[in-house]
Every structure is written in structure tokens, then in C-alpha cells.
């Protein structure tokens, strides 16, 4: 039971325009979300987060969306540059003392093409 | 500052063998969690520690375990290594995940390979 998805493996943008990568849950007990960039053989990168009391969060080019009713959020890149170009998850924990425990989605890859 | 440091990062092993990973959380930083990528199965949560107790534990069979040390640093074990076992092994860290809004950093990780 995958219960954070990434419904597209793949996605890609021209330079300049704006990236949309989405990612869906199930499980209602989720209050604090995050994305990661992640390049092959490394770790991830934490790129920005959002709390569920909040619909909307930004740091520069990023800006994560919250739609609790939809249980759906989205992370937007704007504008995208060819250095994006990584796989990103999302990830969500369910708080309490399990906001250590992160249940990521199966990522997408995102290329920017010049 | 320095990140997680995660060490060895890439090693050898056979099947039946056992092997630990080091991981050396962000200075300051009291909760340490480990995760297991696999081409398959994605990025899977093994378990967190926090102040040398285990915290939470994911779905994984007991030949995995962990440790926390009194500075923080952790070490993962596997016993009886199978060739299912083989991947990256990534090593998180934040001052502490029971509090919401604590940003979870990992390090590069741990390439396991079991042949």
C-alpha cells in the first residue's frame, strides 16, 4: 500500500517555464510534507517543506501548494533552469514522535531542457 | 557546517556475511534515521534513533538493527547479508524529528553490494 505517490515517472520543461511535479497521499494522519532533489549516487537534498495548518509555502523559486481536502500536493519551479534537472521526492510524516519516520513517494525525473 | 558524513561509502560483500555503516549526524543534531533505496522499492524508512532509543522502526526483518551512540553518531548492521540487501543505505539527521517543522538532512550514503 503505497501511500504517498508520484504519479509521473518523468516530466519535462523547457528552460525559463515552469515546472509543476505532483504528488498524492492517503493516509489523513500526515501533517508535514517535504521535497527533496536527489542527483544518482548521492543523498537527498532538501529543497522546501509545508506544515498542514499551511496551504502554501515559498523560498525563491520554489513554492510548495497543500490541498488537505484533495490530499494533494504539488511543488512549482519557477522559472526552471538546466541545473533542476534531478529526481524529486516528496515526502510525508505523520507527527507526533514519527515525524522522524519519512514515507517518500517513487519520485519523478525532471529534465530542463536548455 | 559540516553534513552527515556517512562511511564506508561503497562496499563489497557476500552473501552470509554481515557489515555495519557509520553515520555521523550534523553537529547538534540528536535524532538520526536510516533509509534503504532500491531500484525497486524506492526509499524505505529502517529506523530512527533519538538520545540512544529507537524511536520508530520501519517494516524490515530483524537481521537489520541500529544503534545510537551518546554523541549522537549511529551505526546500522546487517546480518546474514542476502543479495536482495544490495543498495544505498542513506543516513538522515535533525535536531529533533518529534517536533514539527525539524528539517531532516541525509547524507550521501552508503553503497551496499551483495554478491
Known amino acids: 500500500d503505497q501511500q504517498v505517490k508520484q504519479n509521473s515517472p518523468s516530466l519535462s520543461v523547457q528552460e525559463g517555464r515552469i515546472s509543476i511535479l505532483n504528488c498524492d497521499y492517503t493516509n489523513s494522519m500526515f501533517d508535514y510534507f517535504l521535497w527533496y532533489k536527489k542527483y544518482p549516487a548521492e543523498g537527498p537534498t532538501f529543497l522546501i517543506s509545508?506544515?498542514?495548518?499551511?496551504d502554501k509555502n515559498e523560498d525563491g523559486r520554489f513554492t510548495v501548494f497543500l490541498n488537505k481536502s484533495a490530499k494533494h500536493l504539488s511543488l512549482h519551479i519557477v522559472p526552471s533552469q538546466p541545473g533542476d534537472s534531478a529526481v524529486y521526492f516528496c515526502?510525508?510524516?505523520?507527527?507526533?514522535?514519527?515525524?522522524?519516520?519519512?514515507?517518500f513517494g517513487q519520485g519523478t525525473i525532471l529534465t530542463v531542457h536548455p | 557546517k559540516a553534513g552527515v558524513t556517512q562511511t564506508p561509502r561503497y562496499l563489497i560483500k557476500t552473501r552470509g556475511q554481515q557489515v555495519t555503516l557509520s553515520c555521523s549526524p550534523i553537529?547538534?543534531?540528536?535524532?538520526v534515521s536510516w533509509y534503504q533505496q532500491t531500484p525497486g522499492q524506492g526509499l524505505q524508512f529502517l529506523f530512527e534513533?533519538?538520545?540512544?532509543?529507537?524511536?520508530n522502526k520501519g517494516n524490515f526483518p530483524g537481521r537489520f538493527s541500529g544503534r545510537q551512540f551518546s554523541n549522537s553518531r549511529s551505526e546500522m548492521n546487517v546480518s546474514t547479508l542476502e543479495l536482495g540487501d544490495s543498495a544505498l543505505y542513506l543516513c538522515a539527521s535533525s535536531l529533533d524529528a518529534g517536533a514539527r517543522g525539524n528539517t531532516i538532512y541525509f547524507g550521501e550514503g552508503s553503497w551496499l553490494t551483495v554478491v
Open positions: 509545508i506544515s498542514s495548518i499551511k
Open positions: 534513533y533519538f538520545s540512544e532509543t529507537q524511536r
Open positions: 553537529s547538534g543534531h540528536r535524532s
Open positions: 515526502a510525508a510524516s505523520d507527527g507526533g514522535t514519527s515525524y522522524g519516520k519519512l514515507t
